[in-house]
């Protein structure tokens, strides 16, 4: 790609699918040719197979000529996109790949790939201790969001990467409140939860994050009936109870555990303003697991398969069992592993453990192994004063965290063994 184009073109998806030359937006033509452009932009410099691009715009029932019609999606987006481009001068933006196209579009381009950089920075940041600075970058990268991903546009795979995407700014969203919570900003984000509480009531990360932020504004009477409505909304709408981390924040703030408000901290004494730990003999049950979609179909042969990894009977094995699920990027994987998680959660009542190691991130980010188990021993409850300093240490630390417990742990975008 020539630095013209690196410079003036910027594409948008999180929101309406978009493209600028410059400060002018383009006309992109039909809700159809949209998709066209949005699937090549979420494969992020990938090839994408013009069965694919077939099967994005028009799902199991394509027309006669679906693969002419793309076509011409396809060449009405070239000269859009590249409209001084001269006869017989190659495209440098959707290019020609095989059986199919791909889209040579730079990171610093497309407001997902901008969103995405600006997270991996806050968790540097985090993991650094620099709280202010990771709150900060996450507000930024969640101000790069207009709204609905691919709003508007139809197809099945609009759907399913809506689901995605809308999971990736609602766990962000979670971590940024999570962090103002941690910096003493409990009273400004009430507002903010109660609203989110509103519209997610089942989502029981925003439930816990609004419980805290009142119990920490001195509204202890207002957490405890809160735990109420959202247990009374978790029965009547899914026959269950709140899980592990909510029913254990009740019972705290209902004990009015000291243990729960800020310990002392502020940016002009450079004190980290993690929470305090927990109390002695108190364990942390993570439930991390992504929302499930709202509905699953199929699968039913995979599904079978998965459920066979544990024994009918319920009883503990006798080994730690790990299994892989793999296959080509967007056929489902991610969705079939999260699905028969929530299944079995019940299962693993020592807790769950989800972590997106990035594996095949098209920037080569991919997460380092200690990034990860620094990240799995915050979620268990390590206070960062009582975080090893080496790998090893850290490692042996999270297998003992881990001994005699029953805890799920879904690794998703694994690369390799490490």
């Given at each position: 790609m020539?630095?013209?184009?690196?410079?003036?073109?910027?594409?948008?998806?999180l929101?309406s699918?978009?493209a600028?030359?410059?400060?002018?937006?383009?006309?992109?033509?039909?809700?159809?040719?949209?998709?066209?452009?949005?699937?090549?932009?979420?494969?992020?410099?990938?090839?994408?197979t013009?069965?694919?691009?077939?099967?994005?715009?028009w799902g199991?029932?394509?027309?006669?000529?679906?693969?002419?019609?793309?076509?011409?999606?396809?060449?009405?987006?070239?000269?859009?996109?590249?409209?001084?481009?001269?006869?017989?001068?190659?495209?440098?933006?959707?290019?020609?790949?095989?059986?199919?196209y791909?889209?040579?579009?730079?990171?610093d381009a497309?407001?997902?790939?901008?969103?995405?950089?600006?997270?991996?920075?806050?968790?540097?940041r985090?993991?650094?201790?620099?709280?202010?600075a990771?709150?900060?970058?996450?507000?930024?990268?969640?101000d790069?969001?207009?709204?609905?991903?691919?709003?508007?546009?139809?197809?099945?795979?609009?759907?399913?990467?809506?689901?995605?995407?809308?999971e990736?700014?609602?766990?962000?969203?979670?971590?940024?409140?999570?962090t103002d919570?941690?910096l003493?900003r409990?009273?400004?984000?009430i507002?903010?939860?109660?609203?989110?509480?509103?519209?997610?009531?089942?989502?029981?990360?925003?439930?816990l994050?609004?419980?805290?932020?009142?119990?920490?504004?001195?509204r202890?009477?207002?957490?405890?009936?809160?735990?109420?409505r959202?247990?009374r909304?978790?029965?009547?709408?899914l026959?269950?109870?709140?899980?592990?981390?909510?029913?254990?924040?009740?019972?705290?703030?209902?004990?009015?555990?000291?243990?729960?408000?800020?310990?002392?901290s502020?940016?002009?004494?450079h004190?980290?303003?993690?929470?305090?730990?927990?109390?002695?003999?108190?364990?942390?049950?993570?439930?991390?697991?992504?929302?499930?979609?709202?509905?699953f179909?199929?699968?039913?042969?995979?599904?079978?398969?998965?459920?066979?990894?544990?024994?009918?009977s319920?009883?503990?094995?006798?080994?730690v069992?790990?299994?892989?699920?793999?296959?080509?990027?967007?056929?489902?994987?991610?969705?079939?592993?999260?699905?028969?998680?929530?299944e079995?959660?019940?299962?693993?009542?020592d807790?769950?453990?989800?972590?997106?190691?990035?594996?095949?991130?098209?920037?080569?980010?991919?997460?380092p192994?200690?990034?990860?188990?620094r990240?799995?021993?915050?979620a268990?409850?390590?206070?960062?004063?009582?975080m090893?300093?080496?790998?090893?240490?850290?490692?042996?630390?999270?297998?003992?965290?881990?001994?005699?417990r029953?805890?799920?742990?879904?690794?998703?975008?694994?690369r390799?063994?490490d």
């Amino acid at each position: 790609m020539s630095e013209v184009y690196e410079s003036s073109l910027r594409f948008a998806v999180l929101g309406s699918v978009r493209a600028w030359r410059g400060d002018v937006e383009l006309d992109l033509g039909s809700p159809q040719q949209r998709v066209v452009l949005g699937a090549l932009l979420l494969r992020r410099g990938r090839l994408v197979t013009v069965g694919e691009l077939v099967d994005a715009v028009w799902g199991q029932a394509p027309p006669p000529a679906a693969v002419s019609v793309l076509r011409t999606y396809v060449s009405r987006l070239r000269k859009v996109l590249e409209p001084e481009r001269g006869a017989g001068r190659s495209p440098r933006v959707i290019v020609s790949v095989a059986d199919g196209y791909v889209a040579q579009v730079l990171d610093d381009a497309l407001d997902l790939g901008v969103f995405e950089q600006r997270v991996a920075e806050a968790r540097q940041r985090h993991i650094a201790g620099e709280t202010s600075a990771a709150a900060e970058l996450l507000q930024a990268a969640l101000d790069g969001w207009e709204g609905t991903p691919l709003a508007g546009l139809p197809g099945p795979l609009a759907d399913v990467e809506r689901a995605r995407l809308t999971e990736k700014w609602l766990s962000t969203l979670e971590w940024r409140l999570d962090t103002d919570i941690r910096l003493g900003r409990h009273g400004e984000v009430i507002g903010e939860l109660t609203s989110l509480t509103g519209e997610y009531p089942l989502r029981e990360r925003l439930c816990l994050l609004l419980m805290l932020a009142l119990f920490r504004s001195g509204r202890r009477a207002e957490a405890l009936a809160f735990y109420r409505r959202t247990r009374r909304v978790l029965v009547d709408e899914l026959g269950i109870e709140p899980g592990a981390d909510l029913q254990q924040l009740h019972d705290r703030i209902l004990a009015g555990d000291a243990l729960l408000h800020l310990s002392p901290s502020s940016e002009e004494t450079h004190q980290r303003p993690d929470p305090a730990p927990p109390p002695s003999g108190h364990v942390i049950r993570p439930a991390q697991l992504p929302a499930r979609l709202p509905a699953f179909t199929g699968r039913g042969a995979e599904l079978k398969q998965v459920r066979a990894l544990l024994s009918q009977s319920g009883s503990r094995p006798d080994a730690v069992v790990i299994s892989v699920i793999a296959g080509m990027a967007g056929i489902g994987k991610t969705a079939l592993a999260v699905h028969w998680a929530h299944e079995v959660a019940d299962r693993f009542p020592d807790g769950q453990l989800f972590i997106n190691l990035r594996g095949f991130d098209p920037a080569g980010s991919a997460m380092p192994p200690g990034e990860a188990i620094r990240i799995f021993l915050d979620a268990l409850g390590v206070p960062a004063q009582q975080m090893p300093a080496q790998l090893d240490a850290q490692a042996a630390l999270y297998r003992s965290l881990l001994a005699h417990r029953r805890v799920l742990i879904l690794l998703d975008n694994a690369r390799d063994a490490d």
